[in-house]
DNA sequence: CGTTAGGTTGAGCAATATCAAATTCGGTGG
DNA sequence: CCACCGAATTTGATATTGCTCAACCTAACG
């Protein structure tokens, strides 16, 4: 299941590349950071407070997190989740106090960055990493935007078909779905809190979406396997974050 | 109703001097910005549309307008509601596509400011301006993560009574709120484009509050009659952005 | 005054939540 | 390999919330 067996630190450099192109040098930087050691956290563990300080920005290198809200009856809501090559605490602001909690949704790996938010707001020796980060920035925004709309204004299933489908796109620009299929660590329960549904009624749309033959799931890892029926039920459509862009790098279909 | 008869040009500096310490240079260079001739727009004029380029960031001198999303079969959600001081397709990344569009929900008028979004990146000349308008797009964050547990985990009352909290606070913060009570120039299908209800729904909460003696809403004035009871409904919090700016200004009550 | 957009009301219905009880899955120790 | 345990998933039954439709009312405005 992994690829080889020496890690070869290239998951940020490649990321960002694809968003923005980078020179050597600025490759060189990413890679460094990436060599540098890792940390690891169980699931469940809280990375960030709501309200409390931001020490040092990081980056996710492997597993999952989310950015959350709670109630005070216990209710939670996720605001976004974090895949790898994500940043945690990174923000082109200099704003000290975090806005939502973080916690891992499975074993993760990170990598500290206390220079890159210096970097993103000088824009000095790294004017490409600075753009690359402008477009995740972009990016977050448009996902939280759609986030909006479908809590606000989408069915249950429709909500579910396009959290899905952004997913798989999100995940495939990270070479981390094949063919629409891709490791999936959350329980229903947090897909619940996702979503903004209970877990009874995400339970009953993903087995409608079963029994319809859109998805496979089980296991944890999730198969799309009518895209079509999933973009169209969730009207689902990946950022347009540039005209050039739009038109270089569609999202037509996701290789291997 | 209006303050007196020659335009004082000071909304801009006084809402960014209180988000933070400006020199008399940098609010010359907002009263100057203010000193321009005005856009004037009617209700529903479209301002930005989704997708599309932005040619100028602006601000709102007066009227109310809003950032939205809408689906192919017509159902829309607001995204943020827009209200005088506010800036019309800034960032400080950029991008140069809208994410969202942005309509008039009342007459408007609007200055147009083409230099702010160099300002705020350079943060060179003007150093106070670049930490407000820091402050302001970490407000709107706020705002918005407000709105996402909104959407996904609040009930129908809870939601109004939420919302009803956030626009009086971010009202009194511009001196447009007296002691609770604020003109709202908007129709009940607009909130319940807002809050992500029916129209009906949003009727029947409305005057379950006016019942209960929480709120007075008439003739286009809102009136909060019992704060306490709608902020802890909604569990209402006001943006705490610093450690620092928490302990020196909470909202404990707005005055006049 | 007449017109019209917006607000209000009632009735019935659809979507989603809640509660409680199985059942299955993934380990873990024997 | 097997038995067992807790967590996650699934199922059924029922309650609740919020939506839709359609009618009616009211206020603002020319």
Same mark, same amino acid.
């Given at each position: 299941?992994?690829?080889?067996?020496?890690?070869?630190?290239?998951?940020?450099?490649?990321?960002?590349?694809?968003?923005?192109?980078?020179?050597?040098?600025? $490759?060189? @930087?990413? $890679?460094?950071?990436?060599? *540098?050691?890792?940390?690891?956290?169980?699931?469940?563990?809280?990375?960030?407070?709501?309200?409390?300080?931001?020490?040092?920005?990081?980056?996710?290198?492997?597993?999952?997190?989310?950015?959350?809200?709670?109630?005070?009856?216990?209710?939670?809501?996720?605001?976004?989740?974090?895949?790898?090559?994500?940043?945690?605490?990174?923000?082109? *602001?200099?704003?000290?106090?975090?806005?939502?909690?973080?916690?891992?949704?499975?074993?993760?790996?990170?990598?500290?960055?206390?220079?890159?938010?210096?970097?993103?707001?000088?824009?000095? $020796?790294?004017?490409?990493?600075?753009?690359?980060?402008?477009?995740?920035?972009?990016?977050?925004?448009?996902?939280?935007?759609?986030? @909006?709309?479908?809590?606000? $204004?989408?069915?249950?299933?429709?909500?579910?078909?396009?959290?899905?489908?952004?997913?798989?796109?999100?995940?495939?620009?990270?070479?981390?779905?094949?063919?629409?299929?891709?490791?999936?660590?959350?329980?229903?329960?947090?897909?619940?809190?996702?979503?903004?549904?209970? @877990?009874?009624?995400?339970?009953?749309?993903?087995?409608?979406?079963?029994?319809?033959?859109?998805?496979?799931?089980?296991?944890?890892?999730?198969?799309?396997?009518?895209?079509?029926?999933?973009?169209?039920?969730?009207?689902?459509?990946?950022?347009?974050?540039?005209?050039?862009?739009?038109?270089?790098?569609?999202?037509?279909?996701?290789?291997?």
């Amino acid at each position: 299941m992994r690829a080889a067996f020496a890690p070869t630190n290239d998951l940020l450099a490649t990321r960002f590349s694809r968003l923005n192109p980078l020179s050597d040098h600025e $490759r060189g @930087v990413l $890679r460094l950071i990436e060599a *540098r050691a890792k940390q690891g956290h169980r699931a469940d563990t809280h990375l960030l407070t709501e309200g409390r300080e931001i020490r040092t920005p990081s980056f996710i290198i492997s597993g999952w997190a989310c950015r959350f809200r709670e109630l005070a009856n216990g209710r939670r809501q996720i605001v976004s989740i974090l895949l790898p090559g994500d940043a945690i605490g990174l923000s082109c *602001r200099a704003h000290a106090l975090s806005l939502t909690g973080v916690v891992a949704l499975s074993p993760l790996r990170t990598v500290d960055a206390p220079e890159i938010a210096v970097a993103w707001r000088e824009r000095l $020796r790294t004017p490409g990493i600075s753009a690359a980060l402008d477009l995740a920035a972009a990016e977050d925004e448009f996902f939280m935007l759609a986030h @909006v709309m479908r809590l606000g $204004r989408q069915t249950a299933y429709e909500r579910i078909a396009h959290w899905i489908m952004e997913l798989e796109y999100r995940l495939s620009a990270r070479d981390l779905s094949n063919n629409g299929a891709f490791l999936m660590p959350l329980t229903q329960d947090t897909i619940s809190d996702a979503v903004g549904l209970s @877990v009874v009624h995400v339970n009953r749309n993903l087995q409608q979406m079963r029994r319809e033959g859109r998805i496979e799931l089980a296991h944890g890892r999730l198969a799309i396997l009518d895209r079509e029926a999933l973009r169209s039920a969730g009207e689902f459509a990946p950022p347009l974050l540039s005209a050039f862009q739009g038109a270089a790098a569609p999202m037509a279909e996701s290789r291997q």
